[in-house]
């Protein structure tokens, strides 16, 4: 009977410590339940600037600055500058200032290309363009004003779709989309065509 009580308490203890062995080397594996419930991601607005101001001057001693009310950095390309409120000066060395204005910009850090938008104003001497797009680059040294393109100086109002200008010479390009189309001159002094 004795051998029969120490088998039992044997088997017993065996059992108690594989039970401890099992628990200690194999721990039990924690459920996870996911919730149905949404995390909302924070909201970044630490890429807003306010009142921007870049200024760059090329090789010739051209200077170009750009302000802006709001500035906004493009996740996707750091280089990119969302614009409002925009107004853009460029000092010439060898010719008059150029002034630009616009409802919204997006202006490239690495080459300082801007594209203007929305109500764009360009004034030079007693020239002023306006229209809806205006792609300006330091590197081409040339802008390109579309869309309800309306040039005006002390004698003429100009209208055409696309004109096209270098910066350093003034070399003008005026240009219809469809070249059955012919830019219209009127003179302020005739009050008529051309």
């Not at 919730?35 to 001693?61: F, H, L, M, Q, R």
């Not at 500058?81 to 630009?100: D, G, W």
């Not at 490239?108 to 938008?117: A, H, L, R, Y």
């Amino acid at each position: 009977m004795k051998k029969k009580i120490f088998k039992f308490f044997f088997i017993i203890a065996l059992l108690i410590i594989i039970a401890q062995v099992i628990f200690y080397f194999f721990p039990k594996k924690e459920v996870i339940k996911k919730s149905d419930d949404k995390i909302e991601s924070p909201s970044y607005s630490s890429n807003i600037i306010k009142d921007v101001k870049y200024t760059s001057i090329d090789s010739k001693g051209n200077k170009y600055t750009i302000t802006a009310l709001t500035g906004e950095i493009d996740y996707s390309d750091p280089s990119t500058i969302f614009l409002t409120k925009v107004k853009a000066l460029i000092e010439l060395t060898n010719s008059n200032n150029i002034q630009i204005v616009s409802d919204y910009g997006k202006y490239n850090t690495n080459n300082f290309d801007t594209i203007f938008s929305k109500n764009v104003i360009v004034n030079y001497l007693d020239n002023k363009i306006t229209g809806e797009y205006l792609d300006f680059s330091i590197g081409r040294g040339n802008m390109i004003i579309s869309k309800n393109v309306i040039y005006t100086n002390l004698d003429n109002i100009l209208k055409a779709d696309i004109i096209d200008i270098n910066i350093e010479t003034k070399d003008t390009k005026i240009s219809m989309y469809d070249k059955k189309n012919k830019v219209n001159i009127k003179s302020k002094k005739y009050n008529g065509n051309n």
